[in-house]
């Protein structure tokens, strides 16, 4: 039986505080998901992400579907159990990795291929051959045992024309519509939510806000924002959320910026996720909130202090600048599993801290506050 609900527990202007329940436990709304690829959040554990304070990861259903396969994962008790992590999982629909990596750039060749009632793609491990309809993502997921699955869409950038995102468009819908359908025939434990689209194109947007919304998912997610430009996020957002269902959650795909999320919850996103905080850690660039720095550089070189004076983080309680600045400088895995626990405890702190500063009714005050001294 399905144990999914969504609770509206206070907004501070368009700014949501909510609570999400679902079977591995519940989830404080608004919440930041740290990627978990290929069933691991890169150079932690489970623990570490625990004290960090994460409470649901993200998992990839296109690479868990290629290696280690959906099959064995369900055969060694699904995901949960596989990777060691008791709280709540997401899954993708793995349809974004299809388009992203549907192009071999060495070969200037195409690995993927769209039809209307499906998607063919080649494996970037071994050229392998493999169909992704809307129902067999779902199965996938449901082996997974996530607690939280989307459905499949097609991913565009921003640069396409008019009549190819409308077309796009039309096909996300109609794989949309076969998703509930079978949703509602399967009776899933998971929690299914639906993904609007439409480029960068404001009539789109709307017109698939709308469709999707009236399908009834559990929840709803604004995808495709991932490759545009702030200035195009900001806009969809605003043109978007207001046609999407206010007593269900709203979420943001692959926007991971802290100016960005900011944004996005004053507009009334609740759920975020991106590979920004890791990818940038394992290049020696850390958040604070003066901005970001890059251990990396020469000024660190003998920096007595910690990456960010009041951060509680592993990192910060126990190790000079200095010190991760030298792990990194010899390619020491230490530096970059200290950089990342840095950033994602980052993650963690800045959303705690935006969902006080709503339930306070001071959300506007904070934000102007944080953005002005992380842009300095």
């Known amino acids: 039986m399905k144990k999914f609900k969504f609770e509206l527990k206070k907004e501070d202007g368009k700014a949501r505080l909510g609570k999400i329940t679902t079977a591995h436990g519940e989830i404080d709304t608004p919440v930041f998901m740290p990627c978990g690829t290929r069933a691991t959040v890169?150079?932690?554990?489970?623990?570490?992400?625990?004290?960090?304070?994460?409470?649901?990861?993200?998992?990839?259903?296109?690479?868990?579907?290629?290696?280690?396969?959906?099959?064995?994962?369900k055969r060694m008790g699904g995901l949960h159990k596989f990777m060691g992590w008791d709280r709540p999982i997401l899954t993708d629909s793995g349809g974004f990795q299809?388009?992203?990596?549907?192009?071999?750039?060495?070969k200037k060749a195409k690995l993927m291929k769209i039809y209307e009632d499906r998607v063919e793609f080649r494996s970037y491990i071994d050229g392998s051959k493999h169909t992704f309809t809307p129902e067999k993502v779902l199965d996938i997921?449901?082996?997974?045992?996530?607690?939280?699955?989307m459905v499949l869409d097609e991913c565009v950038s921003g640069e396409i024309t008019h009549e190819y995102a409308k077309k796009s468009m039309e096909i996300t819908h109609k794989w949309a519509k076969r998703a509930k359908e079978y949703t509602d025939k399967k009776k899933f434990d998971m929690a299914v939510f639906g993904i609007a689209q439409g480029g960068i194109y404001d009539d789109l947007r709307v017109e698939s806000a709308k469709y999707i919304n009236s399908l009834d998912f559990d929840g709803n997610a604004i995808g495709g924002l991932v490759v545009e430009t702030k200035e195009q996020i900001y806009r969809v957002l605003n043109t978007v959320?207001?046609?999407l269902e206010i007593k269900k959650p709203r979420y943001l795909?692959?926007?991971?910026?802290?100016?960005?999320?900011?944004?996005?919850?004053?507009?009334?996103?609740?759920?975020?996720?991106?590979?920004?905080?890791t990818r940038l850690a394992r290049h020696g660039t850390v958040f604070t909130y003066r901005g970001k720095m890059n251990l990396k550089t020469a000024k660190f070189r003998e920096n007595k202090t910690p990456i960010e004076k009041g951060c509680d983080c592993y990192a910060c309680q126990n190790f000079s600048g200095a010190y991760i600045h030298h792990l990194l400088r010899v390619d020491e895995i230490l530096g970059i599993r200290l950089t990342t626990i840095h950033n994602l405890r980052f993650m963690m702190r800045l959303m705690e801290d935006i969902r006080t500063s709503i339930q306070k009714g001071e959300f506007q005050t904070f934000k102007k506050s944080f953005i002005k001294k992380f842009e300095r």
């Open 98 to 106: 299809v388009f992203s990596l549907g192009t071999d750039v060495r």
């Open 253 to 277: 795909m692959g926007v991971g910026q802290p100016e960005d999320i900011l944004e996005a919850v004053e507009g009334g996103v609740d759920m975020f996720d991106a590979i920004i905080p």
């Open 241 to 243: 959320i207001p046609n």
């Open 141 to 149: 997921q449901d082996n997974l045992g996530t607690d939280i699955a």
């Open 42 to 73: 890169k150079t932690t554990n489970p623990e570490e992400l625990k004290d960090i304070g994460v409470q649901i990861l993200l998992g990839n259903t296109y690479h868990l579907y290629l290696k280690p396969g959906d099959r064995l994962i």
